[in-house]
C-alpha cells in the first residue's frame, strides 16, 4: 500500500524549529512528507534540514521545477496538508484564498483534510482579524486547532503558543483515519471531563481514586480533530493539554461541578468520563493532622458529593443536549450499567470493567456503550481513543 502522502506547511513562526519534530514523527510513522515551508519560514530553519529530513526537495515559491507544476500537483495529491506553525498571515492568506507561494497555492488546490497549528503572540491571536479568519477556515471544515498557553518568544506568556508536536502528531494521525473533508463535529461545543477528584482532608492529604484521566484526554483529542470547540475539565491528571483544547483544570467534585454547569451552558454534549468522589469528608483541617501517641485516630466522617451525571442530565442546559457517563464496574458489569444508566438519566452510559491493562492508568480499555434508547455497542479491547471514536460516532448519531 502506498504511504498517506502529507504535506507539511511550515510558515514564518518561531515554532517552526518545532515542526521537526512533527516531521520527524511523520516519516517514522510511515507518511511520506513533503515539506512546504514559506520563505519567512527558512529565516528561522533552512531547506537543507527540510530536505534531508523528508527526502524530497523544498521549494518555498511556484517557480522551480515549473514542468512538474507543482503549485497545482502538490496539493491535489496530498492526503492531509498540516500547516504548523501558521502565523497570523498564513490564515490571513488561506482564509482570503491568496496564492503568491507554493504553500499557498498548495492550500487551495487540496481536497484533503487540512489542519493549521497556529502559532503567534496573544495579541495576533485575539486581534479580530486572526479569529475572523480561524472562523472562516473553521467553517469551510479546516481543523484548526486552538494555540496552547505558556512561554512565548521573549519574555511574554500567554495563548498563542504551538502545541506540543507530539500532541499535533496525534490531530494529524486521527483527522488522516477518519479520512474526511467535512469534520462531523464542526461547530459543536463538547464538554469532557477527565481524572480523578481529590478531597482533601487536611493541607497535605485527601481522598482520590485511581483515574489517571488518559480515557478523557482521549475523547477530547477525538472531538477535537473531527472539528469541535472542546471544553476538557482535567481533574489532577497531569498529563500535557491536548492539541486545539481549551483545558480547565480542577481538583475537587464541588469545583469540577461548577466548572460542568458553567461550561455546560452552550455544549452540544457533556461527557463525564472523570472518576467523581461520592463522598467528600465533611470536615477540612486548616493544619496538618498530627498523629498523637497515646491515640486512636478520630473517624474520618463523610458527607455527599453532588451527583454532577444526575444534575446535567436532569436539567439540560439546552435542548438536545447530548449526556454522556462512564461507569467502571467490578461485579454485575451490564446489569449494574444498565441499573446506573436509568438512575442517571443520561443518553449514554461507558460501562467498562475494572481489571488489569483496563481501564485506570492503561493505554487500552474495552466497553459497552449503553444507549437509553435500549441499543448496545461493544467495543472491543484496544487503543482508549479507539473507544473515544465510537463514544463520539454515538453522540454524532443523536446531534444529528
Ligand atoms: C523573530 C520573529 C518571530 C516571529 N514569530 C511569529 C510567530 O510566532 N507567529 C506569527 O504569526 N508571526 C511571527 N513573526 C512574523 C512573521 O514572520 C511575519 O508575519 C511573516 O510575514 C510571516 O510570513 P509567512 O506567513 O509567509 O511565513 C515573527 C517574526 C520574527 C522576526
Not at 80 to 101: N, Q, S
Request: with cysteine; hydrophobic share 45%; charged share 25%.
Amino acid at each position: 500500500m502506498d504511504k498517506p502522502k502529507v504535506v507539511l506547511g511550515v510558515s514564518g513562526g518561531i515554532a517552526a524549529y518545532k515542526a521537526c519534530e512533527l516531521l520527524r514523527r511523520l516519516t517514522e510513522s510511515g507518511h511520506d512528507v513533503r515539506v512546504v515551508p514559506t520563505a519567512s519560514a527558512l529565516h528561522f530553519v533552512g531547506a537543507a534540514t527540510w530536505s534531508a529530513l523528508s527526502g524530497h526537495p523544498v521549494s518555498t515559491e511556484v517557480w522551480d521545477d515549473v514542468h512538474e507544476v507543482p503549485h497545482v500537483r502538490i496539493g491535489q495529491g496530498a492526503d492531509l496538508v498540516v500547516v504548523a506553525p501558521a502565523t497570523a498571515d498564513m490564515l490571513a492568506k488561506a482564509a482570503h484564498g491568496l496564492a503568491d507561494d507554493l504553500l499557498t497555492n498548495t492550500l487551495l488546490t487540496a481536497r484533503c483534510p487540512v489542519v493549521f497549528a497556529p502559532a503567534m503572540h496573544t495579541e495576533m491571536w485575539e486581534h479580530p482579524a486572526t479569529q475572523e479568519n480561524v472562523a472562516t477556515l473553521r467553517r469551510r471544515g479546516a481543523v484548526v486547532i486552538e494555540p496552547a498557553v505558556g512561554r512565548l518568544t521573549g519574555v511574554d506568556t500567554g495563548k498563542g503558543r504551538l502545541p506540543d508536536p507530539v500532541e499535533i502528531f496525534e490531530v494529524c494521525r486521527r483527522v488522516l483515519a477518519r479520512g474526511v473533508t467535512e469534520p462531523d463535529l464542526k461547530g459543536r461545543h463538547v464538554v469532557v471531563s477527565a481524572g480523578g477528584t481529590r478531597e482533601p482532608l487536611d493541607p497535605v492529604r485527601f481522598l482520590g481514586n485511581r483515574s489517571s484521566g488518559k480515557q478523557g484526554y482521549a475523547l477530547a483529542r477525538t472531538a477535537a480533530a473531527r472539528g469541535a470547540r472542546v471544553t476538557l475539565l482535567a481533574a489532577n491528571t497531569g498529563l500535557p493539554d491536548p492539541a486545539g483544547v481549551d483545558v480547565v483544570q480542577v481538583e475537587t467534585a464541588v469545583q469540577l461541578r461548577e466548572a460542568v454547569l458553567k461550561a455546560a451552558a452552550d455544549a452540544d454534549a457533556v461527557v463525564m468520563a472523570a472518576a467523581v468522589a461520592d463522598f467528600r469528608p465533611a470536615e477540612y483541617a486548616t493544619g496538618k493532622i498530627k498523629k498523637k501517641d497515646d491515640k486512636d485516630p478520630e473517624p474520618v466522617v463523610l458527607v455527599r458529593n453532588p451527583d454532577i451525571l444526575a444534575e446535567v442530565s436532569a436539567d439540560r442546559a439546552r435542548p438536545g443536549q447530548v449526556v454522556v457517563g462512564f461507569a467502571a464496574e467490578t461485579d454485575d458489569v451490564l446489569a449494574n450499567g444498565r441499573t446506573k444508566l436509568v438512575r442517571k438519566g443520561c443518553d449514554l452510559l461507558v460501562v467498562n470493567e475494572v481489571g488489569e491493562r483496563k481501564t485506570f492508568g492503561s493505554e487500552e480499555n474495552e466497553a459497552v456503550v449503553l444507549g437509553a434508547d435500549g441499543s448496545e455497542t461493544t467495543v472491543p479491547y484496544g487503543p482508549k481513543e479507539a473507544l473515544a471514536e465510537t463514544v463520539w460516532d454515538l453522540v454524532a448519531q443523536r446531534l444529528a
